[in-house]
Structure formats: structure tokens, C-alpha cells
């Protein structure tokens, strides 16, 4: 059971409290609940805010005609022969359908009383709700010429780029930098920035810059620095495009 959406979390914590949640889902809610604190939190908000609602329902005596009514359908056909198995079951279920009519009546009389009664003052309850971020776009960049590879992560929303490499690719690092770039919708590239010399490494995302709906990225060799024009210059090694993880 995958229940990240806010929304999910929300009406499974509902049906959980209100007891409408049962079976293989309900025992599958309570093992998540021991583990995740959020669904705990969301359990006891509603509690919170359906408890309420058992309030002020008295216990109510049925009429003695009831009971009366009662035993005379429990009594009236005794004979000296012992009821057979269809009479027993019609007994039975006249016994309960009184019972449950005695009890409506209860409940009838304690909804009546709820109506007149003043409502109560609202309240305003404060619920932090943690905001799901979505995942980031990921790439892995294999260049053709060498056994480098960058696995690129790319989080907009936290305006973030994580490069995380392996291997070398053969630079002169004097004089030429591996640059990175994004292909807009458009077809253009944009530049994210220069690559690390080796091993690992993150840097901000440009500044301006809008991720397209289908990002494609790109690496290309440059002058020591990056590009001084704004556009690829060398070569580009390798391109791939960007998926949302998941």
C-alpha cells in the first residue's frame, strides 16, 4: 500500500477512525501506523475532530409497551410441543427486528435532542500537513570514448544539480572543462554550468532558468571554464534525456 498523496493519507485515516476501514487494509493501515509518525498524526486529528460528535447522546429507557410487546411475541405460541427449527428462527428474528426498533427509537430521541441543542463554538484547529516535493529528474551520461559515467540529478523546485561520477574521461584539465546543458522544448541549449574535474559534486541551478516539460541533457567539451559564448562550441560527447525518478 503506497499512500504518499496527502489526500490518500487523509481518507484511509478517516475510514480508519470512523472504523469503516476493515479486512487486509485495515491490518495493513495498523503496521504503518507503528512505523510512520505522519499517519499517527493524522489518526489522532481525526479522532480529534470526530469525538465531538458522541457528545451529549443520553441512554434512553424503551417504553414498557415495548417489553410488553416483546414478551407477548416470545410467549404466545407455547405449546407443550417443542418449536420446531423454522419457529425458532422466526422467534429469533422477531425478537431482534423489536430490539432494534426499541433502540432506532433511543437514537431517534437522542438526534432530536442533539437538533435543538445550540451548536458549539467553532474552533480552529491548526493541521501541519508536510508538503510533498516532487522527484527529481534524473540522467546517466556515458560518454561513447571512455568509461566515464555521471549519473546528473536535477531538483527545480529545489533549484539543486547533484553530479555524482565514475571513471575518467581524458581531459586536458589545463586547458578544456566538460560543460552541462539542458535542451529546452524549444531546441535550444541552455548551460547548467561546468562539470566537476572528478568524483562528486552539486551546484545551484542557473538563475532565470525553467526546466522544459521533456528536459534532454547534453555534455560537451569547452575551454577551460565553460563556453565563452553561451552555446556549445566542442563537441558534444554525450546526450540523454531526463526522467522524473520514481
Not at 417489553?67 to 404466545?76: E, F, L, S, V
Request: glycine share 6%; aromatic share 4%; proline share 11%.
Amino acid at each position: 500500500m503506497r499512500i504518499e498523496r496527502p489526500r490518500l493519507k487523509q481518507a484511509l485515516s478517516a475510514a480508519y477512525v470512523l472504523g469503516t476501514l476493515e479486512g487486509r487494509a485495515r491490518r495493513r493501515f495498523e503496521q504503518l501506523l507503528a512505523a510512520r509518525a505522519d499517519l499517527r498524526e493524522q489518526v489522532r486529528w481525526w479522532e480529534q475532530r470526530l469525538a465531538p460528535l458522541q457528545d451529549g447522546f443520553v441512554p434512553q429507557a424503551p417504553h414498557e409497551r415495548v417489553w410488553t410487546a416483546i414478551d407477548r411475541q416470545i410467549n404466545a405460541s407455547k405449546t407443550t410441543s417443542l418449536p420446531t427449527t423454522a419457529e425458532r428462527r422466526l422467534r429469533l428474528w422477531r425478537t431482534w427486528a423489536l430490539l432494534a426498533t426499541a433502540a432506532c427509537a433511543v437514537l431517534a430521541v437522542g438526534l432530536v435532542r442533539e437538533l435543538d441543542r445550540p451548536p458549539p463554538p467553532v474552533q480552529i484547529v491548526r493541521v501541519e500537513v508536510p508538503v510533498v516535493q516532487p522527484l527529481p529528474y534524473v540522467a546517466l551520461l556515458r560518454p561513447g570514448e571512455s568509461e566515464a559515467q555521471w549519473l546528473v540529478t536535477l531538483s527545480p523546485e529545489r533549484r539543486l544539480i547533484r553530479i555524482t561520477g565514475a571513471g575518467r574521461f581524458p581531459l586536458d584539465r589545463a586547458r578544456e572543462s566538460l560543460e552541462l546543458w539542458v535542451l529546452g522544448d524549444d531546441g535550444q541549449p541552455r548551460s547548467l554550468g561546468v562539470m566537476p574535474a572528478d568524483g562528486d559534486a552539486e551546484m545551484p541551478m542557473p538563475r532565470g532558468l525553467t526546466m522544459p516539460a521533456r528536459p534532454t541533457l547534453a555534455v560537451s567539451r569547452e575551454p577551460a571554464g565553460g563556453s565563452p559564448t553561451g552555446l556549445p562550441t566542442g563537441p558534444v560527447i554525450t546526450v540523454s534525456p531526463a526522467q522524473r525518478a520514481s
